[in-house]
């Protein structure tokens, strides 16, 4: 990791604000890291729940999906040390958000085996049903 090397050689050098810069730096790219993960789970919770309800069941295993989805999107969001969350609400919906299409075109490779198009699956469910559902669960197991 170049960054790691430039902060000793800042702080070797007493350039503490140059320092300060690559420590922000690292931040920034740690909570990019996080929330490109929240993002990854959150696309396989929802196209387990767009599954769910286009074809008015479910499995074992979409459930056992859904299950850890959550599981690791909040201990992703977490934060151990300082406590609080990477993600806050209002971030969480807008990851659903960006992540529903995502999820939709997934979702249509699986759903009624692979025989609908994203349009006609995206017709056949309620997008917004959908999102406060995975919304539901993200707080049921956060308490």
Do not use: P
Not at 51 to 75: G, L
């Amino acid at each position: 990791m170049n960054e790691l090397q430039q902060l000793r050689e800042r702080i070797e050098n007493q350039d503490y604000q140059g320092a300060l810069e690559i420590v922000n730096e690292l931040e920034e790219m740690s909570v990019e890291d996080k929330l490109n993960k929240i993002y990854s789970y959150m696309v396989i919770l929802l196209v387990h729940l767009i599954k769910q309800e286009a074809e008015n069941r479910s499995t074992s295993s979409w459930d056992r999906s859904i299950f850890n989805a959550v599981k690791y999107i909040n201990k992703t969001n977490k934060r151990r040390r300082s406590g609080g969350y990477y993600a806050d609400s209002l971030t969480l919906r807008e990851i659903i958000d960006e992540a529903y299409s995502h999820a939709l075109q997934e979702a249509s490779f699986e759903a009624f085996e692979g025989k609908l198009s994203v349009l006609e699956l995206g017709a056949k469910v309620d997008e917004q049903k959908i999102k406060m559902r995975a919304i539901a669960y993200l707080e049921t197991d956060n308490q």
